[in-house]
């Protein structure tokens, strides 16, 4: 079998860390090499991951000339997601963003275009690897809460600077002095909470309703004194078949992979047979069915080969020449985007906005 040779370019997102830790684990991978436009960033990978220093670029041409990766793992902040694949796609590796899909869908397209004949795009969506979150959609296919009507999604955390790679935390003192610079926080990089954990909800929502697209959407924001992005948004979307609701919240009173906040981040799915609803990292779903109406527990355990993590997944279709299924496809991730553009757009208008 290919031994896969991959490089990790540009730091700008703390996920970066915790892929490449994928890529260390996985028995026929290796990480060839690294590169950041700002060296410090690389330093906490070159640290716990044994990166060779030789194998650390400032350049990321100089990186991809010399280490000729089969696969490059982007992490660039949302609004220069299509910069970076055009930079990188001649080179001819297969690459992996990491969510959201882009800024914009017209940015996304720029992205697929760009992408040699041969070469794989994938875009991580990180819940698509947690067991609750697959199980309803196991159940889901089986039909066992029959045709989705409805898709209610919370998302969050307590903010994306209280935790970095590898979910190490933060104090709030380093939360405020990184704030200011963070492009987690400035408008023109992409930032605020819509555009980071919308599409968490938009896509694997549009997974779990069968890739069927909304009529229109209506959003809104918050407008935090002193920010020029927002941290709480409530979006709707309109289907031929019912409403879905998607709420993004930075600033949930716990970090959901530590203890679950109130609300609780997750899904709640309502079909024309039954419900389900799934939380982030729970080992259980819980079904309500017409045969069986008493909420229940179902054991939802982790995901096993080759759906462990996308690193894993990725490789896995090369490998076997499959293409991609779920929320990292394109076809699904566009969906997904084509409804946080809306939601952007109707939050700006402040009315709703019919999708094409």
């Not at 909800?201 to 209506?218: A, D, K, N, S």
């Not at 289907?239 to 600033?251: C, I």
């Not at 970090?255 to 609780?264: L, M, N, T």
Request: hydrophobic share 35%; aromatic share 8%; with cysteine.
């Amino acid at each position: 079998m290919k031994r896969w040779k991959v490089a990790g370019i540009n730091f700008d997102h703390f996920h970066m860390g915790d892929l490449l830790r994928y890529v260390h684990e996985h028995p026929r991978a290796e990480i060839v090499g690294i590169s950041d436009e700002q060296p410090a960033r690389m330093e906490e990978a070159v640290r716990k991951l044994g990166i060779p220093r030789a194998n650390a670029f400032a350049d990321y041409r100089e990186c991809l000339e010399k280490t000729r990766p089969d696969v490059v793992i982007l992490c660039p902040a949302a609004s220069k997601h299509g910069e970076w694949v055009k930079k990188v796609a001649p080179y001819g590796p297969h690459i992996m963003v990491e969510k959201p899909f882009a800024a914009s869908l017209k940015e996304a397209d720029v992205m697929v275009k760009a992408m040699p004949k041969n070469s794989t795009l994938m875009i991580n969506w990180p819940l698509q690897w947690v067991g609750s979150h697959c199980k309803s959609y196991e159940l889901i296919s089986k039909g066992v809460i029959g045709e989705v009507l409805n898709v209610w999604h919370i998302g969050g955390n307590r903010g994306p600077l209280f935790h970095g790679a590898d979910k190490d935390e933060k104090t709030p003192e380093q939360v405020a002095k990184e704030k200011p610079h963070s492009w987690f926080y400035k408008k023109a990089h992409g930032g605020g909470s819509l555009l980071d954990y919308l599409g968490y909800g938009t896509t694997l929502g549009t997974w779990y309703q069968g890739g069927r697209r909304p009529i229109e959407v209506t959003a809104t924001v918050d407008e935090p004194t002193g920010l020029e992005v927002d941290e709480h948004s409530i979006v709707v979307a309109r289907y031929a078949h019912g409403l879905s609701k998607f709420e993004t919240r930075w600033g949930t009173f716990t970090d959901p992979w530590i203890i679950q906040p109130q609300p609780k981040c997750g899904f709640v799915i309502l079909g024309t047979e039954g419900t389900v609803s799934s939380y982030d990292y729970d080992d259980f779903v819980t079904v309500q069915t017409r045969r069986k109406p008493r909420p229940h527990q179902i054991a939802a355990p982790a995901t096993r080969a080759p759906n462990q993590n996308p690193v894993q997944y990725l490789l896995h279709c090369l490998d076997k020449h499959l293409p991609l299924q779920g929320p990292v496809s394109l076809s699904i991730s566009r969906i997904g985007q084509e409804i946080v553009d809306a939601a952007v757009k109707s939050a700006k208008l402040k009315k709703t906005v019919k999708l094409p």
